[in-house]
């Protein structure tokens, strides 16, 4: 009973490297988020997949991209990590567009950029 | 634009005693509302939503909430508090006149004393 898996847990980047945050679900839901998480901050969207083959942009798109590889999966990928970019990443899938019975998430990714 | 505040960082009250956690929302229209329950080191866990109908929602772990459109507001309650309910919770609202994305609160810790 996975549910939401989100790989690694933990990630130390340089400024400037790259990396892609994967992010598959086993519920067989349409839409999937990715959020990331500041002290104080709350939850902030960063993209979304509505449905398989689409994806929009949330409330802080800049410097990061997505692929909605397939149904399951939805990787976040940073080309140019900031340290501005150091949070918990947040994968998340709903059945519908915007999640009208709920969100079920991942455990997360701890992301430092030095 | 849609907003959530969730007025205070920190609750703190004794077990037993019942506990309120509040949350005040700003949509256009008729808004889908949320909370969540963050325990250290894991992902957002689903509590209870109002879509529409009754305003007092029950949830899981005998929390509820009561819609108010006058005072939009959307405040969390428990009648008897446990030490175990210590944890980060979250009020997300959702216009759904406004596309797909949802949006969290900063977040309030509460804190149960035994």
């Known amino acids: 009973n996975a549910g939401v898996t989100q790989t690694p847990k933990f990630q130390v980047l340089k400024t400037g490297q790259s990396m892609t945050l994967q992010c598959a679900q086993d519920?067989?839901?349409?839409?999937m988020y990715w959020y990331r998480q500041d002290p104080g901050m709350g939850l902030r969207l960063i993209y979304y997949?509505?449905?398989?083959?689409?994806?929009d942009k949330g409330e802080v798109p800049n410097g990061y991209n997505v692929s909605r590889l397939n149904k399951r999966e939805f990787s976040l990928r940073l080309e140019s990590a900031a340290p501005s970019q150091t949070s918990v990443y947040f994968c998340?899938?709903?059945?519908?567009?915007?999640?009208?019975?709920?969100?079920?998430f991942g455990s997360g990714t701890r992301l430092t950029v030095v | 634009a849609q907003s959530v505040a969730q007025p205070e960082d920190q609750v703190n009250v004794a077990e037993g005693n019942p506990l309120t956690v509040k949350c005040t929302y700003s949509?256009?229209?008729?808004?889908?509302l949320f909370w969540y329950v963050q325990y250290p080191n894991r992902g957002l866990q689903f509590l209870l939503k109002?879509?529409?109908?009754?305003?007092l929602v029950k949830g899981s772990y005998g929390f509820e909430a009561e819609f108010n459109k006058s005072q939009t507001s959307f405040h969390l309650k428990k009648p008897s508090a446990l030490v175990s309910d210590s944890a980060l919770y979250f009020c997300?609202?959702?216009?759904?006149?406004?596309?797909?994305?949802?949006?969290f609160g900063a977040g309030t810790r509460l804190f149960v004393k035994a």
């Open positions: 997949s509505a449905s398989e083959g689409t994806t």
């Open positions: 949509v256009s229209g008729n808004p889908y």
């Open positions: 998340a899938s709903s059945e519908t567009p915007g999640g009208i019975g709920g969100y079920t």
């Open positions: 997300a609202v959702r216009d759904p006149s406004g596309g797909f994305k949802t949006i």
């Open positions: 519920m067989n839901h349409n839409s």
């Open positions: 109002y879509i529409t109908g009754d305003n």
